[in-house]
């Protein structure tokens, strides 16, 4: 991609997003107020994140690879799952994905 694409795209990108905002603050009460509707908005946050961290683990130069960082993330969605503080999944994940990075 060249610059002139790249600030193309940023600049559609905002104003689409600008452009959304606006229609969300216009949208009736009466819509936001379904039960559907919460539910799905409050687990938005929740994917995109999950899809954050899968895409910064598996994904290096482009590629899609397996290495210490997803050991790391797996020992700390252990530690979450064993309802470990959110210090100790950090130390654990850390840990987990240094010891694999130097000795496997």
Same mark, same amino acid.
């Given at each position: /991609? &060249? &610059?002139? +694409?790249i600030?193309?795209t940023?600049?559609? +990108? @905002?104003?689409?997003i600008f452009?959304?905002?606006?229609? $969300?603050?216009?949208?009736? @009460? +009466?819509?936001?107020?379904?039960?559907?509707?919460?539910?799905? &908005?409050? !687990?938005?946050?929740?994917?995109?994140?999950?899809?954050l =961290?899968? #895409?910064?683990? /598996?994904?290096? @130069?482009g590629?899609? =690879?397996?290495?210490h960082?997803? %050991? $790391?993330?797996? %020992?700390?969605a252990?530690?979450?799952? !064993?309802?470990? #503080?959110?210090l100790?999944?950090?130390?654990?994940? $850390?840990?987990?994905? %240094? !010891?694999?990075?130097?000795?496997?």
């Amino acid at each position: /991609m &060249t &610059t002139n +694409s790249i600030w193309l795209t940023i600049l559609i +990108s @905002s104003a689409l997003i600008f452009i959304a905002r606006i229609i $969300g603050y216009n949208v009736p @009460s +009466s819509i936001l107020a379904k039960e559907r509707l919460q539910r799905i &908005t409050t !687990l938005i946050p929740i994917v995109l994140l999950a899809a954050l =961290v899968g #895409s910064q683990t /598996m994904v290096k @130069s482009g590629e899609v =690879v397996i290495d210490h960082r997803l %050991a $790391g993330l797996l %020992a700390g969605a252990i530690a979450l799952r !064993l309802k470990r #503080s959110f210090l100790v999944v950090l130390v654990v994940a $850390g840990l987990t994905g %240094a !010891l694999v990075y130097n000795f496997i």
